[in-house]
């Protein structure tokens, strides 16, 4: 088991729709988790940020951890064309020596 | 200017050939990184670099070398390149996870690296 899996997708959605991406994680010590976005052709770039668990909230993203069950989720509201990109979730323990571990990666396409 | 520059930015070369991609920096981050991006593997880290005298072998450095030439400059080196390692790769710079930061990456705009 990797330490780190998320949905493949792809994932394609109408405008306007709900989008809800997920990872799971197997390493009980992270506590870092970030959702990077990345458009075609361009490097990856932070999205949203959490410390430990609980909900974040960015306009129409929000990011939730539940260190309970090992599992993040980023979720979409009012989706728009311009949301289309790969999203890849990141994780760390934090630590003088730590890492980020990604996720594959989500291929998201909102059709107008 | 981007904060994160890798050069070159596309490149096609032979099989056999010695490949140099280089990354510089303007963000001060001691903390700097090689991966490599294949569909449907995500993101494989390479080499990681904590500061100029630090230099660590990631998931997947068979075949490939780094060079910390300075805290800004970052370079990667295929010794003699072949068609599997024909890939799209990123540099990234951080801070490390701390007070005062999320530990976050810094990505260049990506080298894509095709070897016939």
């Known amino acids: 088991q990797k330490e780190v899996e998320q949905d493949p997708g792809p994932l394609s959605v109408p405008e306007g729709a709900i989008v809800s991406l997920n990872c799971t994680y197997s390493n009980s010590a992270f506590q870092y988790f970030m959702w990077y976005r990345q458009y075609s052709r361009k490097g990856p770039e932070l999205l949203m940020y959490t410390y430990s668990s609980g909900n974040k909230e960015d306009g129409r993203f929000t990011a939730q951890v539940d260190k309970s069950s090992k599992y993040i989720s980023l979720f979409i509201r009012d989706s728009q064309p311009s949301d289309s990109a790969t999203y890849l979730c990141?994780?760390?323990?934090?630590?003088?020596?730590?890492?980020?571990?990604f996720g594959k990666g989500i291929t998201l396409s909102v059709r107008p | 200017d981007a904060d994160v520059t890798q050069t070159p930015r596309n490149r096609i070369t032979k099989t056999g050939k010695r490949i140099m991609l280089e990354c510089s920096q303007t963000?001060?981050?001691?903390?700097m990184y090689w991966y490599r991006q294949d569909p449907g593997l995500g993101l494989q880290l390479i080499y990681y670099?904590?500061?100029?005298?630090?230099?660590n072998k990631g998931e997947i450095s068979d075949g490939y070398s780094v060079s910390r030439q300075a805290q800004a400059k970052f370079s990667l080196s295929l010794e003699s390149a072949i068609p599997n390692q024909t890939a799209l790769y990123f540099c990234a710079t951080s801070d490390p996870p701390g007070t005062g930061s999320t530990g976050e990456l810094f990505f260049g705009e990506g080298s894509r690296l095709t070897v016939l």
């Open positions: 963000k001060g981050h001691d903390r």
């Open positions: 670099s904590f500061d100029v005298k630090d230099i």
């Open positions: 990141a994780m760390s323990a934090g630590g003088a020596n730590s890492k980020l571990t």
